[in-house]
């Protein structure tokens, strides 16, 4: 996965925190993920268990700002799924199937 870079400044009595990460690489993994699931399940049954979304941290930062999710309370793991299965996400997806 690509690095996070983090930028803080003060900013009156406030400390501003920015974090910062390329996405291009966890795009092409979810993107050749996609591929294999295409080509792996076009001929074999679907696996019980598997991937189905690469999200960066980044966007899990975002979640948690924006909306107020934090996505290492379990209580919120059922609404930032529903977030990351909307359109706006989809090129995380791992798999060919629509989550």
Same mark, same amino acid.
């Given at each position: 996965?690509?690095?996070? =870079?983090?930028?803080?400044?003060?900013?009156?009595?406030?400390?501003?925190?920015? %974090?910062?990460?390329?996405?291009? $690489? @966890?795009?092409?993994?979810?993107?050749?993920? !996609?591929? @294999?699931?295409?080509?792996?399940?076009?001929?074999?049954? !679907? $696996?019980?268990? !598997?991937?189905?979304?690469? @999200? $960066?941290?980044?966007?899990?930062l975002?979640?948690?700002?924006?909306?107020?999710?934090?996505?290492?309370? $379990?209580?919120?793991? =059922?609404?930032?799924a =529903?977030?990351?299965?909307?359109?706006? %996400? =989809?090129?995380? !997806?791992? @798999?060919?199937?629509?989550?």
């Open positions: 996965m690509s690095d996070i =870079k983090i930028t803080a400044h003060d900013q009156g009595q406030d400390l501003v925190v920015h %974090y910062a990460q390329d996405v291009g $690489p @966890v795009l092409e993994i979810a993107a050749r993920e !996609r591929r @294999v699931d295409r080509e792996r399940t076009s001929f074999q049954k !679907r $696996p019980e268990f !598997r991937r189905t979304m690469t @999200v $960066p941290m980044n966007i899990l975002k979640l948690k700002n924006e909306k107020g999710l934090d996505f290492l309370n $379990p209580e919120h793991s =059922k609404a930032i =529903k977030i990351l299965k909307s359109s706006e %996400y =989809k090129l995380f !997806r791992t @798999v060919n199937d629509r989550i």
